[in-house]
């Protein structure tokens, strides 16, 4: 590691694994990409699934994206310890006549969070969204499960995870 210092603070350094704690950066600033981490992920139901009646099921996501390798078998583990924002959306597609349907966000397999939704339509057609600000570290993991309480088995035919650090905390 090489680093100059002048009267003003440090003019310059070269840290070999990319590490820079509470530091200044100024917009003429060099930095190389790819010692940062964008620190997110996006996945998406790419076939439909079916949801039994009344039973709490993980639901299958396939990953879109992922900056740092932290989403796997529809579960997010963060690379880097901090908060969260968490998004979840589902759309259930194939239902008649009214149901009631949850997300549920299980943080280390107990449930965090519950965002239910009603629908009574003749398309049949009920979404429900859950956004959360989570605080997580790196042995931590997130999973979508969800419920509905129509008497048959119903299609998720629409769903979407996603989660990204906020910066600076």
Do not use: C
Request: glycine letters at 10%; aromatic letters at 10%; a negative charge.
């Amino acid at each position: 590691m090489a680093i100059t210092i002048s009267g003003s603070g440090i003019t310059s350094a070269n840290i070999a694994d990319g590490t820079i704690t509470n530091a200044d950066i100024n917009a003429s600033a060099g930095i190389d990409g790819s010692k940062l981490s964008g620190l997110s992920f996006g996945a998406s139901l790419t076939s439909n699934q079916d949801i039994a009646h009344n039973t709490v099921t993980k639901v299958l996501f396939t990953e879109n994206f992922d900056s740092d390798g932290a989403f796997t078998s529809s579960t997010f583990t963060p690379a880097v310890a901090g908060q969260y924002q968490i998004n979840t959306y589902l759309r259930y597609g194939d239902g008649t006549g009214e149901n009631l349907v949850e997300i549920r966000l299980y943080k280390n397999g107990s449930m965090l969070n519950l965002s239910t939704g009603w629908y009574q339509s003749a398309s049949g057609t009920g979404t429900v969204v859950l956004s959360r600000v989570v605080e997580a570290n790196t042995t931590d993991y997130f999973e979508v499960y969800t419920k509905h309480k129509r008497g048959n088995p119903t299609m998720l035919d629409e769903a979407e995870f996603s989660a990204y650090k906020l910066t600076g905390v």
